[in-house]
């Protein structure tokens, strides 16, 4: 399976050129997990495998817009096909702009509970620190967050995950995808 889903990625989400990141930063290597991640068998793979890594005694799952909505989909389909309860939070990048102006779409979970943090690629992991803010300030308890690819960038992501009291899992790093 983690075979499968790393051919994926190789073939339809990495490219190698001169690229600029959403964080400013550029790089000869560009990661999109967009092909995959909106590809059935692409989804289910990644779901399978974020599932893994997601805390057992967590409610939900969530992210930010756009990367993470379809694998927070994906894993909560994946975890209710295992006979898991477990729910889907997208955190918008702006609040909603009408009725009651919320940052975060999905279920209503009881003030406490444990969200897993999904995205796709981290680079320096400010995307999923936004993630996480949010949902914090909504009243839940975020300790984690799982990745399907980390850049790596000089451990960035890991130090400022760190500081805000995450941890950072992974399912591969920069390097599997570049390597030949």
Known sequence: MKEELLKLLKENAYKKGEFKLSSG???EHYVNCKPVTLNGRGLTLASVMLLEHVERDSAAVGGLTLGADPIVSGVAVVAGLDKRLLDGLIVRKEPKGHGTE?????????????????????????????????????????????????????????????????????????????EE
């Open 102 to 178: 919320a940052w975060i779409e999905g279920p209503i979970l009881p003030e406490g509970s444990k969200v897993t943090v999904l995205e796709d690629v981290i680079t320096t992991g400010g995307s999923a620190i936004k993630a996480v803010k949010r949902i914090r300030d909504a009243g839940y308890k975020v300790e984690r967050v799982v990745s399907i690819v980390d850049r790596q960038e000089n451990d960035e992501a890991t130090t400022a995950m760190k500081l805000v009291g995450l941890e950072l899992y992974s399912i591969f790093t920069l390097k599997d995808l570049s």
């Open 25 to 27: 930063k550029t790089s």
